[in-house]
């Protein structure tokens, strides 16, 4: 064939295909383009009527969480009062708020993207999924497995998760507070001590190495003795920052099965009760022990035997002698007036 033929029956072929190219592509405008091929994200997180939850920050004990019927609750149309406890590494009563926390940022983790990672033993380690890093949370709704994740390294794309029936897909998810779930056991534990409102209380009795002082408030203004003595140049503000210290109390640390010899509270240094005023009046009251950890101090309620750390500087509140109470020498608000005299002032009228 001679080559004048084959350039004729090439342009006609390439004629050809341009032609079926061209009704290829009307056809797909009429059809709509072709839909790329979706990933499915998986679903990372759970409804807020979970009532289990378990979380195991790698090699640490793992922590479970459970709700359960609460009987000094008052029952909603919604159901039952329940409460939230801590059943593992122990049994204790759990702080309510940081669980409901946690349950209301585990309904906005949303995965937004796949990495594209090869999960060998060194990835893991690096992006923290494996077993000695990654945290992994499993909670559940009458028994019925809800999630089940490990969190590893947090990246611009967000926090890279791994589900647990997909163990070898990396995914990229938004919204995961890591500080709500990789907490110490005591973090979600219930750490209120005392809790009232400061300007309620009418009174406050201190019982100390260096006596007994008593703060009483009259018309709005506090008064303090120490025995039977006042006590000069009390500072009013100074009561008042006692009080705050006092009135939501919470627990630096437990003292879990230690006795009160062990703690000192058994002959505590120093105990406070707080009177508040009103139709119902209640009383407050905490013992201080021994130093336990640092500077903190063993402390219990008056009314239980209960055993918590509280730091030095709500226990010295409890410890101090006047001076802690009183203002400088040199004037200040003093036992409520205004500024002391001095000297030179001391002939005017």
Do not use: C
């Not at 295909?17 to 990933?39: F, T």
């Not at 303090?224 to 009013?236: C, H, S, T, W, Y």
């Amino acid at each position: 064939m001679s080559r004048d033929k084959l350039i004729i029956i090439g342009a006609v072929v390439l004629g050809l295909l341009g032609v079926l190219v061209y009704r290829q592509m009307k056809q797909d405008e009429s059809l709509g383009a072709a839909p790329a091929i979706a990933v499915q994200f998986p679903s990372v997180n759970a409804p807020d009527d979970i009532d289990k939850i378990s979380v195991t920050n790698g090699e640490k004990p793992e922590i479970v969480l459970e709700r359960v019927p609460d009987p000094k609750g008052t029952a909603t149309d919604a159901g039952p009062a329940t409460q939230w406890v801590l059943t593992k590494p122990l049994h204790a009563e759990a702080g309510q708020q940081a669980v409901k926390d946690l349950v209301a940022n585990l309904k906005d983790i949303k995965v937004e993207s796949q990495v594209n990672l090869r999960l060998d033993d060194e990835v893991r380690k690096e992006k923290q999924l494996d077993s000695a890093h990654a945290l992994h949370l499993i909670a559940w709704k009458d028994g019925d497995k809800k999630v089940d994740e490990f969190f590893g390294k947090s990246g611009a794309a967000g926090q890279l998760v791994v589900v647990a029936d997909k163990p070898d897909v990396v995914w990229a998810a938004k919204g995961y507070s890591s500080y709500l779930y990789a907490k110490e056991p005591k973090d979600f534990r219930d750490k209120e001590i005392l809790h009232f409102d400061d300007a309620s209380i009418g009174s406050v009795t201190l019982v100390n190495s260096h006596g007994t002082l008593a703060f009483t408030k009259v018309d709005g203004k506090w008064t303090g003795l120490l025995g039977k003595k006042p006590i000069e140049r009390l500072d009013q503000e100074k009561v008042k920052d006692m009080l705050r210290a006092y009135k939501s109390l919470s627990a630096d640390d437990f003292g879990d099965g230690k006795s009160l010899a062990e703690t000192g509270l058994d002959k505590p240094d120093a105990q406070a009760t707080f009177q508040a005023k009103g139709d119902e009046p209640q009383t407050y009251g905490i013992w201080l022990g021994k130093v336990s950890n640092g500077t903190d101090r063993w402390a219990k309620r008056a009314e239980d035997d209960a055993v918590f750390q509280i730091t030095s500087y709500a226990a010295d509140w409890l410890t101090a002698d006047t001076a802690k109470y009183q203002a400088p020498l040199d004037g200040g608000a003093g036992d409520g007036g205004g500024p002391k005299k001095t000297k030179s002032d001391a002939g005017k009228k």
